[in-house]
């Protein structure tokens, strides 16, 4: 885990803005979810490890297929917010990301954006409720038509807090791609969303993430987080990715380590 330090630097203002004129470094799909991977296990507070594997529709033979075949589909077990959570505009979220969505709203608004946050905080036994209303089926292809799009309970981000989804007042979660919204979204690499500590969730070529690319779906992982970058300890050579931006020992993460929980890269 990161030192307290540092942990203390990267909550002490959880959700402000990147400066307009400081653009962000650049990501692929992959590298946004191995940002949101290290926040869950390193940066990211208020969140407690996975539980096991959830019943889904009570029938243990066919429970066991459907986690077989969710978890080929790159789902894992996501961890559960934990503490007094936050809201906005209504929705259940963590405070760091209530404090995200007001940032952006006002940025959205000044420029003639219309989306609203539908969607936050969802824990497992509504996540449950959720994946069944979408299984037509007991085979193999009905599972995986449901998996395409819905989380089985304890696989969803939405369990800690930290995941948004965005959509028009009147609109649904489909159309919104190919909205004006998502453009100005998508734009430069989700800079914009960027500066207020948020990313796709799950971005177009991302590989084995669970469910089909969903771009109305955000999640927050914090300002300092996407400046600095992943520690290069992950990837080839020590420090943060980005430390010729920032002192090293300012990033989330610092010099020290990155660590990962057991829960995290499997059952």
């Known amino acids: 885990m990161v030192g307290a330090a540092v942990s203390a630097l990267l909550l002490s203002s959880p959700s402000r803005a990147l400066a307009e004129d400081m653009q962000p470094p650049e990501y ?7 940002l ?6 390193n940066t990211l507070p208020n969140l407690d490890p996975p539980n096991g594997r959830y019943e889904i529709t009570g029938n243990e033979e066919l429970d066991a297929r459907i986690w ?3 978890l080929e589909r790159g789902y894992v077990l996501r961890p559960t917010a934990s503490g007094n959570l936050g809201s906005a505009d209504g929705v259940t979220m963590q405070p760091q990301a209530a ?19 539908s969607s936050a905080y969802r824990p497992p036994a509504a996540q449950r409720t959720q994946f069944l209303s979408k299984l037509e089926g007991t085979s193999d292809a009905a599972i995986n038509a449901a998996l395409t799009w819905w989380s089985i309970p304890g696989t969803s981000k939405h369990h800690g807090g930290y995941a948004l ?18 453009v100005w979204l998508q734009d ?3 800079a914009i969303p960027m500066r207020h500590g948020l990313i796709p ?7 084995s993430q669970g469910p089909n690319p969903e771009p109305w779906e955000f999640v927050w992982v914090g300002t300092g987080l996407i400046q600095c970058g992943l520690p290069q300890s992950l990837v080839s050579v020590p420090g943060p990715a980005a430390a010729i931006l920032f002192d090293i020992g300012r990033c989330p993460g610092g010099m020290e380590p990155a660590g990962a929980p057991t829960w ?3 059952l």
């Open 201 to 207: 969730s799950y971005p177009d070529d991302a590989r």
């Open 264 to 266: 995290l890269p499997s």
């Open 68 to 70: 077989d075949l969710a």
């Open 165 to 182: 989804d965005f959509r028009y007042r009147s609109g649904t979660f489909g159309e919104f791609r190919s909205t004006k919204d998502y």
């Open 36 to 41: 949101y991977e290290y926040a869950v296990a």
């Open 188 to 190: 430069g690499n989700f």
């Open 99 to 117: 404090q995200a969505w007001r940032g952006l709203k006002t940025e959205a608004r000044a420029a003639g954006m219309g989306f609203v946050v």
């Open 28 to 34: 692929t799909g992959d590298e946004f979810q191995s």
